[in-house]
Every structure is written in structure tokens, then in C-alpha cells.
DNA sequence: AGAGTATCTGCAAGCGCTTGCAGAGGAGAG
DNA sequence: CTCTCCTCTGCAAGCGCTTGCAGATACTCT
């Protein structure tokens, strides 16, 4: 491999102008380059008199120049970067956390850089491996799986880190989560109020913590009110709109007793789980009652609007911003958080009262 | 501002480990950097005895050394990033463009890293600075309007720089698109078969190529076919579910003769627009047909399933991120792309036949 | 045995920036 | 007029890495 910038470059047809340096434009001026330094950074405007200053301002533009990140994070120590690992852009639910960054960081002049591990565990591992090379100053994990958490604690020996979105129990890192228990919870206490009395659920992986959560809030509650859960007897691999049709097929399938109110992890396998019902002519929610979680964008307009618990995306990511920032400003014990979901009831759950004897 | 790294830290409850560097691991072998730098890249292994490489290999894992890339970079020239800056990344459409990026971009080694504008230009030229800054090598912009093209321009002269998912006409850059025409044109083709006169458009903002597009084709295709189209007084300011309903609800209350079909220039306009439908009595496809554009997820399970135009996303992103690589790789002119997308009829549109008058 | 050639390692420069220190020059005080 | 102090600029080191070059071994061949 040759010196790529200059030699690459001069035979191919396309040529890209070389970047102007501090030391171009403090030759232009007949300089050094320190003068320029400081004439460029507010900070440090007065230490330089105001007519240069005016010279190099006007210089720097003319040149087109543009301070070099990499080379001042290597003086300074300090990127200005966090990076926010995702585990799916594609989850509608992340955006609003991702917002909910930016929010909270652009005010620090830092800019959130965003990667995605596609929910793979050894894509999470290089990915933040990847990162701390890039030296970024910290790293809001939103993907996590259990089996992650050492990883998480090794980074966060190095850098401040967060973990979001999903959260992990027994990591030595803050948190920002959502009472995904009293999700369930509430769910659960919808569907004793509507006078179900056998329910069931249709579980996301539970090394997902959120799952657990929402499996462990709504079978505690089931149990308060009296409600009889059916006990699924598979979980979604991931939680998905197919693994939602599927568990669904399994559940009508199986010989247990049938439930009159199906409780669904997230917002997509209760919509892959309508479309099951719909395909065997079973009507949603006379014959059955469906909720699911998240209130994804426009699951209020399904052929069923869907009963489901918003989750409040942006408050979460501008708590961890929130955190990690602390964390960067040296803040010693920085607290986790854990943030109120909201039930949105809609169509596609009624009362249980008259409802048909069971099949 | 202090010397942040060690200082700022020291006091403080909380300590972060200092990174190991190539120096550090050099000394704790008796090496020299150089060594060992060239003992850590394969690309360098041979220029080292297998026995010292493998000291070096297990010093570094003992130190847990990670290398710099910014230090690196700053030798190299390269960055191994791209950047793709999106305008929104709640947009659903968006993600399988991202995803065919990223399946591009890993077979190089590079690792993408995105940004998001909020659609808006001040945003976009900040963030374009600012990854200039960062030396990326290369820059997808994935949220353009007109009045950005001469910023696109300026920085192609700098890196590469491709545009996609938002073509824009006349850029000095290669652009990687739709054929969002063709997409416009299937739209009234469909219409015109199913016996329809007179219909009419719920238009997105026309300084976004995309809509203009999609209107230019529906139109010509219309008259082609003999179709009657109501011009629509407004378009809307951003392509969303609000202002799908703004626009249905001026379109149902002005004096305007009524159209039975309606091509809405996405699926969240679309969406919104039944929504104001459902509000009034009025029913989709037996009194009004109406389609979408993008095949967002899920619009198959709409409360009526929703015609639309699938956009290919992930080719698009493929496409693009191929575009920057080869750029990248020196090579000279690289040609612009333009996809097909695809038409999915559902049940929102029906023949016109069996219409009522119109009220 | 001596010359020639691989093979391996070290040296030092330098990527583009920041920053402590020192020096030059001017202003103000005595 | 001298001494001090302040303002402004330059010098040089160094952040952590790569890389051309040179030197030191070890190995082959005649």
C-alpha cells in the first residue's frame, strides 16, 4: 500500500483538492501556525491581536480551510464524539430515542454518531471495540442482550458508558430504562377490567430483558386479579411480525385451553398475530382481545386500532445523554433511571362478557 | 482548558484506565514501535520473525492495547469511515437504504457511521462541515434538497460524495435513485385501468426531486390514458400524516367536482388521508380509491391494505455505497444508477364502475 | 573463507494540531 | 531614562501512529 493521498490519486481522472492546513494558511500570512491555532478558537480569541486575527479569519476562508478533527482530538484527548450503538434502526421505536440524544448533546457541541449491530451479539462486541479505537469519549448502548454485560463493563473501564432501550440488571453502568414490569402490569390489569379471566401472552425472547419485564409485570398482576394464564409454550426468537404470526399459530394450534385476550410483546408480533387471526376468520376483538407494546406510528389506523403502552422514547434518550454527559464531566456516581411507560387503550381489546363458548 | 485527560479525571470519583499504546506495549517487550506496529498488521506480518510477532500479540492482549485510528488515519490518509446523513430516520423507508449501505460498505473494512439532519438544510451543511472536519472518506447524502446542491458540490471536490434516496437534478455528483417517474406512472396507469376519470393527487413538497417526480409521471401517464386530474390548490410542506389530512380535507371541502381515485405521494399521507376519510363516513375503495408510496411496513394490514409503490431501499443503498467505493478506489467517472420500483396493488383502489354519483 | 543476499529490527521523520514557555516589543510608572 | 509589566507572537515538543531507510544478524553459494 503507497502513501494513498497524493500518489492514489494523481493519475486517476478524478483529483480531489488537498485540504489546506493550519500551517498553509499561517505560510499564506507569514505566521506560525500556533498564532493561527489561537486566532481560530474563540477560547483563545485574546491572546491573539485583533488585526491578525481579522487576517486569518479572512485567510482560513479563502483557503478553505477546515481544522483537522482527528489531529486536535489527539492534543486534546477529546473526540466530541458518543456514539449510540443500536441494535435496528428498522425498530420505529429507537428513533425517538435517537432524538432524544441528539437533543440532549447538541447543546455540548457533540456530535451523536449512530451504528447499528443488527441484534448480533459478535456485531455488538466489535462495534464497540471498533469505537474505542476511535477513541470516541463515550457510548450509549441500546441493544443489549445479557450475555453482553461484561463486555459493557470492560468498555466501561475506558470510556463512560450507558445502557438503554434494553436494559440489563447487574451491569456496573447506569441504565435508562422504561418500568417495563408496570407495562405488563398494566396490560394485564386492562384485561382483568374487561373481565377476562383466561388470557395469554406471546413472549419476546426473554434474554431480553424488556420481555422478561413485561412477562414478569403482567403474570405478577394476572395473578393479583385472578386472571388464568395459558402458558405459551414458545417464545419469538425475535420479536418480529413473523415470529408473531407464528407463536399465534401455535397457540390456536395447541390443545390447551383457548384464551379470550392475547397480551403481545411489542407492536409488530401483535400485528403478524392479527393477521393470523384475521386469516381464520377470527375477529378481532369480538372473538378475541389483542394488546401489544410500543405504540409503534400508526397503530391506531390497523384494520383493528391496537390496544398497546407507549413507550416514551425520547425521555429515555435524553436521560442517557443526560448520564453520559455527566459521566464525562467527571460526575463520580451517576444514577440510573427508570422511566413511566403509558397505556393507550384502543379497539382491539373489549370486555369479555359476551363472548362465545370456546371452539 | 486544562489537559483534560489526566488531569480533569484525577480528582474525581470515578477513573478511567489509560489506553495502552504501541509505545507502551514496545517497552514492555524491549521493541521498538515500529516493531510492533508492523508485528499488529497483517498486512505487515512477514516483515517480522513469527516468534517476536507472537510476543507482540500476546503483550498487546495483556494490555489490552487498542490501536488509534485517529493516529493512524492521520498517517495513513484514510479514515476507513463513511458517512450517510439522513434526513430522518424515522422515516421507515429510509432503514432498508441504511442496511443495503452498511452490507456494501463491511466487505472494505469500512465502517459506516450515520447522521440525521432533521430535513433540515442549516442542519445538513453543518453536518457536512463537521464530517468534513472529521477527514470521513467519503459522504452519502441521503436527505438533499434543491437549494443543496452547490454545498454537495463544494465538498465533492474535497471526497467523494454520491446523493441518493433524494435525487437531485443537475448535480455534478453521481446520483443513485428511483425512478420515481416510472413509480408516478404505474400509479395512474393502475387507476385508468380500473375505469377511473377523475382523480387527483395529495402532492409532497415539489423542491424534493422524489415528488416532483412522481407528480410529473402520474400527470403524464394520466393524460396518456385520458385521465381527468382535479388540480390540488396546495402541496404539503413535509410528506407526513397530518399533512395527508390537511390536504384530504381541502380537497373534500372544495368546490372542485370530486375525484374517485387519489394517488397520495406516500404511505404516511396516504394514511392520514384515510384517517380524515374514516372520520367522514366516506368508504376506501367502494366510494374513493386511494394509494400510497413506499410499501412502509405494515400498510398491508391497514384497516383497508393499502396500494402502493415499493421502494427498493436496500438496492438503492447498495448502489450507493458501490458508487462511493469505487470512487474511492480512484476510479474516474462513475455513473449515475436508477432503480425500478414496483407496484403493490391492495385493496385500497377498485374499479370505478359500480360508483355512486358523486354526493 | 568471503561476498552476496535475505531477514529482521531500529531510527527518525512526520501526519496536523495544541500548548507551555520564552522572547520581543511597547506602554506605563517611578 | 530605567524598570516593570503586559500584550502579542514564535518555538518546539508531543499526541499515537506509519514508513522509508539503514544497520545488524543470519544464511546461502561459489
Known amino acids: 500500500m503507497t502513501r494513498a493521498k497524493d500518489d492514489d490519486l494523481s493519475g486517476t481522472p478524478t483529483r ?24 481560530l478558537d474563540p477560547s483563545r480569541h485574546s491572546m491573539v491581536s485583533s488585526s491578525t486575527r481579522e487576517r486569518v479569519v479572512s485567510a482560513a476562508g479563502r483557503l478553505g480551510y477546515r481544522p483537522d478533527l482527528r489531529a486536535r482530538s489527539l492534543m486534546t484527548g477529546r ?90 440488571l447487574d451491569v456496573a453502568v447506569p441504565v435508562i430504562m422504561v418500568d417495563d414490569r408496570k407495562g405488563g402490569a398494566l396490560v394485564a390489569a386492562h384485561f382483568a377490567s374487561l373481565g377476562h379471566q383466561l388470557v395469554a401472552q406471546l413472549p419476546g425472547p426473554s434474554d431480553v430483558m424488556n420481555f422478561l419485564l413485561r412477562d414478569e409485570g403482567f403474570s405478577a398482576t394476572a395473578k393479583e386479579t385472578g386472571l388464568d394464564v395459558v402458558v405459551t409454550p414458545d417464545e419469538a426468537e425475535v420479536p418480529t411480525f413473523e415470529e408473531g404470526q407464528r407463536l399465534m399459530r401455535e397457540l390456536l ?48 389506523f390497523l384494520a383493528c386500532p391496537l390496544t398497546t403502552v407507549r413507550y416514551p422514547g425520547w425521555e429515555v434518550g435524553h436521560a442517557a445523554a443526560d448520564a453520559v454527559i455527566r459521566m464525562l464531566a467527571g460526575e463520580g456516581k451517576v444514577a440510573s433511571v427508570c422511566v413511566d411507560p403509558e397505556f393507550v387503550p384502543r379497539a382491539s381489546t373489549s370486555s369479555a362478557r359476551n363472548r362465545t363458548a370456546q371452539p
Open 16 to 39: 480531489y483538492r488537498k485540504r489546506a492546513t493550519l500551517a498553509d494558511v499561517a505560510a499564506d500570512l507569514g505566521l506560525n501556525a500556533s498564532t493561527v491555532s489561537r486566532a
Open 79 to 168: 473526540t466530541q464524539t458518543i456514539v449510540v450503538i443500536a441494535a435496528n434502526l428498522g425498530n420505529t421505536t429507537v428513533t425517538p430515542v435517537l432524538h432524544g440524544v441528539a437533543s440532549r448533546v447538541a447543546v455540548e457541541g457533540i456530535v451523536p454518531i449512530i451504528a447499528e449491530t443488527n441484534d448480533d451479539s459478535a456485531v455488538l462486541l466489535e462495534l464497540i471495540d471498533h469505537m474505542l479505537s476511535r477513541r470516541v469519549d463515550a457510548i450509549i448502548v441500546m441493544g443489549a442482550r445479557r450475555q453482553d454485560a461484561a463486555a459493557i463493563e470492560s468498555a466501561a473501564r475506558l470510556v463512560p458508558v450507558v445502557v438503554t432501550f434494553r436494559p440489563l
Open 253 to 300: 394450534d395447541s390443545d390447551d385451553r383457548k384464551p379470550t385476550a392475547i397480551f403481545a410483546h411489542n407492536d409488530p408480533m401483535a400485528i403478524g398475530a392479527m393477521s393470523v387471526l384475521d386469516e381464520r376468520g377470527i375477529k378481532i376483538p369480538a372473538d378475541l382481545s389483542i394488546a401489544g407494546y410500543n405504540d409503534m406510528p400508526f397503530t391506531a
